[in-house]
């Protein structure tokens, strides 16, 4: 006889896009180390970050940005646990890719991984001056967000030139901050670049006004921002709040690195100078980074008589049948089990679940690689 289910205290958890992935209580989710960082090392671990992109050491658009970007830790540098990337009023010289120089009033400090990233869950701790009457911070734009920092080839009419995910854009005039997805792909004839950019949850109304802005937020005290992605949606979090959800072509975009940096000034908001009364140094605080990603082994399926508990993966599955044989399986107490399938979970005979443990079942998942 094939018995669906009998138990003594089942859980059934349903995703729900509001709430923030469970990354701690959710043993399907795995850090992903080589771009997290607790930053409780003295240095900078240069394993897993770079100081500058490749193409140069000028910092944003040559013409547009006043910066420069440095390894000195006046302006990139660990103290107490805590990364700390400054905009100082340092004058420095810095180079774009075709060795054209430049003589900039400011130096900067920035972040790239060198790794890149598909899909998951990424979180970032964060802190910087607060906006004030003074505009003692007018003119910053501290961001996290993630880029291709090695170009893709791209051949065919609908191919992707280049992705972005802005987890978040601050415009330091006022503390409001945008988040942001877009891209470039290739189209008509001949495959030449699209002319405009999909600016997905930029497109002003009306009134000249961005739909996600927010109001003002007081960043004297620590905010974490973070962001689901998978191929069906990207979603933004502040303070574990849901932002905004956009269902426009997660999919397509690239594996990116991670960048996080001060553009000095914030062109991305029309600022084009920092103000007189800007404050230097503009310290822009990181607690930590943490990228989670979900365990995926699809192609393969589980049918066992008498299933391992213990060393379970937790994993997504193709199939999953369990007690085919006529045999018993009791989930060890005070243990929680995810069995989660792409097609189908199907339990024969009895499973007991004791009180104190947790059993989640979900099928139709989807999956993919990361």
Partial sequence: MKVILLFLCLLLIFSLNAQVPDVLGDPNWELVPNVSDEFNDTLINDTKWNWRPPWGTFHGQPLLSEACLTTEADNRRIQDGILILSATDDSSDCFKWDGTEYDKPYTVGAMYSKNTVKYGYFEIKIKIPQFNTDSTTQGFGPNFWMWPLSPYSTSEIGDVLWSEIDFFEIDGFSNRFTCNVHYQELLGLGGMPED???????????????????????????????????????????????????????????????????????????????????????????????VYQKKMDCDNSINDCSFLFAGYDQAYKKNITIGDGGCGNIQPADTELFLRAIEEVTIYGEFGVPLGAELTIETNVTCYDN
Wanted: hydrophobic content about 35%; charged content about 25%.
């Fill in 196 to 290: 405009t950019l999909k600016w997905h949850l930029r497109e002003p109304d009306e009134f000249g006004f961005f739909p996600n802005d927010r109001p003002e937020m007081d960043f004297s005290t620590w905010h974490i921002f973070s962001c689901a992605w998978d191929p069906d949606s990207i979603t933004f979090y502040v303070d574990g709040e849901k932002i905004v959800t956009t269902e426009n072509y997660p999919s397509q975009l690239k594996p990116m690195n991670i960048l996080i940096d001060i553009n000095t000034p914030a062109i991305n908001f029309g600022r084009a100078e920092l103000s007189e009364t800007a404050e230097l140094p503009y310290n822009y605080e990181i607690d930590y980074i943490r």
